[in-house]
């Protein structure tokens, strides 16, 4: 059912399009005007890991192809025909950075026709979920590249209401475009804070005070890890044998995705030996590692066990380091995994080929320049303040990105509608 003053219509009724410019590889530049790519692209907006350019001299004879800020922009190829990993169909906006940017191939901008569309009612339109389901379905190719045609995207229909109406929207939708541009900075800078504090706090370039009010003093000492923590290497696989006990079991992507197991993670169901459970289950402070991976950049990834855990058993593929609780804070000893220098150090030890793992030898090994307890804990508490801190801005941009998906399936139907110069519309 149509809301009353709303109309269907075909997405190519109410856009304009332009299509991008086949820039050859050999004509990039480190400067000059940046080439927005597919590759340059997420899901959100325009990175700038890799960018390329084009001369000066060159970019003025394609100003057709030049954007500017707030346009739409959208790919017509991907790499995956899968609906969530394939890029093929993403809108984006550019931002003010890339103002002035020169559009690629296989990127089309969509011009919104005056006074039947905004561009940002438009740009929230193309980036429901409804319309993302129709890009699935038109998608064809291989496992390599995937496509779409224009004429297939602009057949698709959609509820438009008035250009007003449109207009009070997009404002509406802006405020909390407005709130989640904001907790992303927080998150970033919050980020950075953390980063450069891991960097002076973990190598003593900066002290804390201690509960007298003055900084730490005590010298630093070196130490390999086994004089400081017990590696335990557990063999416990996923399996449920008959027999056996049940138990819960923390499994490699329990680790590789979370900084701290807690109690509210979901821990799968196995079963275990009695001598297994006695060995392998883990205790508060332990921090558990990769031990093995398919990559070497993915070994010796750390996770505090920050709770005790009722019995949750140690799976197989990680590494307990149980520190000696009279010489090492475990949260500290989780921050020193994380840090660069401890990670190229594990990455160099990965041995393998299609599957790369850490010998205990070499994880005892590993070498780390330690202050005296009572430092590592002030150490450790401050920066899992910080962890906290973005877990809480993190957790409000998950909020607020679902309350604007709420509003907008509520808005862009009609199921809800605006006041137009204080008058409701019916």
Not at 10 to 16: F, M, P, S
Not at 154 to 175: D, M, N
Not at 264 to 286: C, G, H, P, R
């Amino acid at each position: 059912m149509v809301p009353n003053g709303w109309e269907e219509v075909n997405l190519g009724e109410v856009i304009k399009h332009q299509k991008g410019y086949a820039f050859k590889s050999g004509s990039y530049k480190k400067h000059g005007v940046r080439i927005i790519r597919i590759s340059d692209t997420t899901r959100n907006s325009i990175h700038d890991k890799s960018p390329v350019y084009l001369d000066n001299k060159e970019a003025q004879a394609l100003s057709n192809f030049q954007l500017k800020s707030e346009d739409i922009i959208l790919s017509t190829v991907g790499s995956r025909p899968h609906l969530l990993d394939s890029m093929v169909g993403k809108a984006v906006q550019v931002p003010a950075k890339d103002n002035g940017a020169l559009l690629n191939q296989n990127l089309v901008k969509i011009i919104p026709k005056n006074q039947l569309i905004t561009n940002n009612y438009l740009f929230s339109m193309l980036t429901k979920s409804r319309f993302i389901y129709f890009i699935s379905t038109l998608v064809r190719g291989n496992a390599n590249q995937v496509s779409i045609t224009l004429a297939e995207l602009f057949a698709y229909k959609f509820l438009l209401p008035t250009y007003k109406e449109q207009q009070k929207i997009a404002t509406i939708l802006g405020t909390w475009d407005k709130a989640i541009s904001t907790t992303e900075r927080l998150i970033d800078n919050s980020k950075q804070q953390k980063k450069s504090l891991m960097q002076q706090l973990l190598t003593g370039k900066k002290r804390l005070l201690d509960d007298s009010g003055k900084p730490f003093d005590a010298e630093w000492e070196d130490k390999y890890l086994h004089d400081v923590a017990r590696i335990i290497v557990s063999p416990v696989d996923k399996k449920t044998i008959e027999g056996e006990i049940p138990v819960e079991l923390c499994n490699y992507t329990d680790v590789y995705y979370n900084t701290r197991i807690t109690k509210s993670l979901t821990f799968m169901k196995a079963t275990a030996k009695q001598s297994e459970i006695d060995k392998y289950t883990l205790k508060v402070n332990d921090v558990i590692v990769t031990k093995d991976s398919e990559t070497p950049g993915d070994i010796a990834v750390p996770a505090l066990i920050s709770e005790d855990l009722n019995g949750v058993v140690c799976g197989y593929h990680l590494a307990i380091i149980r520190p000696n609780n009279e010489l090492v804070e475990g949260s500290f000893l989780n921050y020193l995994f994380s840090m660069p220098k401890t990670r190229y150090y594990f990455f160099t030890l990965a041995t393998g080929a299609t599957r790369f793992g850490l010998s205990v030898g070499g994880i005892n090994k590993a070498h780390f320049t330690l202050p005296p307890l009572v430092e590592q804990q002030k150490i450790a508490t401050l920066l899992t303040n910080t962890d906290k801190e973005i877990e809480l801005f993190t957790q409000q941009l998950a909020d607020l990105k679902q309350e604007k998906k709420a509003l907008m399936q509520q808005l862009l139907t009609g199921k809800l509608r605006v006041k137009i110069d204080n008058k409701e519309v019916a």
